[in-house]
Nanobody, 126 residues
C-alpha cells in the first residue's frame, strides 16, 4: 500500500516556475514507477510525466517536453516535478500516481496506476 500527498502548487505568472513534490508512505516506494497527471474541469485526466523505479528512465508528454523535469529521491520517498516556462494552458490540478511494476510501460495510461494522491492546484496567469 502506498499513500501519496502532493504539495507545491500555487499561482504563478506565465513564464514562471513551480516545483511540485509528492511524498509517499510505505517501504516499497522505491519499487514503484511514478507518474504525474493533470486534470481541468470537464476534461479527462492527462498524462504529464513518468519515472521508473530507479530513476533511469523518464517519459514526458509532448506538451511539456523540454519544460518539465521529473525526478525522484528513493531515500526520501519523494518524487518531484520541476515546471519551467509555464503557460496558461498548464493550469490544472496535478496528481501524482504510483504503478507497481516500476518499469513505466504504458506510463501514459492512467489505468496502469494503482495509487493516487489528492492533487494540488496549479494556476498560471497570462
Amino acid at each position: 500500500q502506498v499513500q501519496l500527498v502532493e504539495s507545491g502548487g500555487g499561482l504563478v505568472q506565465a513564464g514562471g516556475s513551480l516545483r511540485l513534490s509528492c511524498a509517499a508512505s510505505g517501504r516499497t516506494f522505491s519499487t514503484y514507477g511514478m507518474g504525474w497527471f493533470r486534470q481541468t474541469p470537464g476534461k479527462a485526466r492527462e498524462f504529464v510525466a513518468a519515472i521508473s523505479w530507479s530513476g533511469d528512465f523518464t517519459y514526458y508528454a509532448d506538451s511539456v517536453k523540454g519544460r518539465f523535469t521529473i525526478s525522484r529521491d528513493n531515500a526520501k520517498n519523494t518524487v518531484s516535478l520541476q515546471m519551467n516556462s509555464l503557460k496558461p494552458e498548464d493550469t490544472a490540478v496535478y496528481y501524482c500516481a504510483a504503478e507497481y511494476t516500476g518499469r513505466i510501460v504504458g506510463a501514459q495510461y492512467k489505468e496502469n496506476y494503482s495509487y493516487w494522491g489528492q492533487g494540488t492546484q496549479v494556476t498560471v496567469s497570462s
